[in-house]
């Protein structure tokens, strides 16, 4: 006999709402996203051209820009997203 080795779709991350749960909705609009990762690109370049590791920096405002979500606009309410 073969065990049931499937789990729950909440327990797998498969629950679309998982996504609320954990705080993960898109709080940074296109314009925000845009001028993050440009900012961003531009705070790595400085880095290499400067070759200082404070260019590493710059990879925040590309992740959050790329993913839509910033976990500093959580505490505040703030969502610069169109309804």
Known sequence: MKPNVSA???VLGNNLDNEKEAGMKCNVGKTDRT???VVGIV???AGVYFQSWWGAIGVIPIFTGATGW???YLP???STCKK
Do not use: E, S, T
Request: charged fraction near 15%; glycine fraction near 6%; include cysteine.
């Open 76 to 78: 505040f309410g703030i």
């Open 35 to 37: 001028l993050r990762v």
């Open 8 to 10: 729950p779709d909440n």
């Open 43 to 45: 705070i790595v370049a």
């Open 70 to 72: 910033c976990p500093a």
